[in-house]
């Protein structure tokens, strides 16, 4: 069982940033270290998107294009926290962000990919 709480969320102007946080809480023994930890985002009116992964160890990452060069992910697993720097903030970059621990690196917001464990989301607000 992991339990995911998502905090940094707020409202910002464009060209801002802001870093966000996901603690976890682990519980029957499970490792958090041993989940890629993915994070989300939706916008009003459209589907989940990932928007940056990494890997159990920290020595990969991957970022959707929109956001590639402004969005760093990290993770402390001494702290079972996972980050996300976003800098030169836009507009379009609204919405819910969640993270996700997972088994596989691709894994999804829907289907047989489905993350297992997700948090509740922080709001970003981006204003022009």
């Known amino acids: 069982q992991v339990q995911l709480v998502e905090s940094g969320g707020g409202s910002v102007q464009a060209g801002g940033s802001l870093r966000l946080s996901c603690a976890a809480s682990v519980y029957n023994s499970v490792n958090y270290s041993s989940y890629w930890m993915r994070w989300f985002r939706q916008a009003p009116g459209k589907e989940r998107e990932g928007v940056a992964t990494i890997s159990p160890d920290a020595a990969t990452t991957m970022y959707a294009g929109a956001v590639k060069g402004r969005f760093t992910i990290s993770r402390d697993n001494a702290k079972n926290t996972v980050y996300l720097q976003m800098n030169s903030l836009k507009p379009e970059d609204t919405g819910m962000y969640s993270c996700?621990?997972?088994?596989?690196?691709?894994?999804?917001?829907?289907?047989?990919?489905?993350?297992?464990?997700w948090g509740q989301g922080t709001q970003v607000t981006v204003s022009s």
């Open positions: 996700a621990a997972c088994f596989v690196p691709e894994c999804s917001a829907t289907g047989a990919l489905r993350a297992p464990y």
